[in-house]
């Protein structure tokens, strides 16, 4: 796996990246071609403590994960953990959604860009993503939902063509809204 770790507000030691780089190995038994994928690793020093941010993009979808914690090595072996829950979690997902496709589809977002707010700005928006949804099924959208760690995931019905919205309900159940 080629790693990229960048530090913000922080400088990246050796010892830093000998650790992640070490840490993530422990991710290259799961994927088929481990040399051809790229982890991109964020280091951040907040007010209080430090933030880790690993996105993994692979053909078929993104693993992503993020932990906040006062020691980086303790952030990063549970960044690590959380990622190989969620892979072993939805590795019988994964299969079957192979078997069913002779082509596994994309679950990977085309293009994340962020845009920054203007200043002048009554808004009370702090953040803005533009997003390219793809075609997809119920249960993709679902197995992407949980690889990326969110709560919510925005996806193209493959069935309507219609933009959906699927969401992790309190009670660990899911539901939809649709677009009329």
């Not at 071609?33 to 996105?55: F, H, S, Y």
Request: charged share 40%; proline share 2%; no cysteine.
């Amino acid at each position: 796996m080629k790693i990229s770790i960048r530090g913000d507000k922080v400088k990246v030691t050796d010892s830093m990246n000998n650790y992640v780089t070490d840490k993530l190995k422990k991710i290259d038994k799961y994927l088929d071609n481990p040399d051809e994928v790229r982890a991109n690793v964020v280091v951040k020093v907040l007010k209080k403590g430090q933030k880790v941010e690993i996105t993994i993009p692979l053909k078929n979808f993104i693993l992503r994960a993020e932990e906040t914690g006062e020691d980086i090595y303790a952030a990063v072996d549970t960044i690590i953990d959380k990622i190989e829950r969620r892979i072993r979690k939805n590795k019988t997902k994964l299969e079957s959604q192979a078997k069913r496709s002779r082509e596994v589809k994309s679950f990977a977002f085309s293009s994340l860009e962020e845009i920054s707010d203007e200043e002048d700005s009554q808004e009370k928006i702090v953040k803005r993503k533009k997003v390219g949804v793809k075609p997809m099924s119920e249960e993709e959208a679902i197995l992407q939902m949980d690889l990326l760690g969110h709560d919510f995931f925005l996806f193209l019905n493959d069935e309507t063509m219609k933009p959906t919205l699927v969401y992790k309900r309190k009670d660990n159940q899911y539901g939809i809204i649709e677009t009329e």
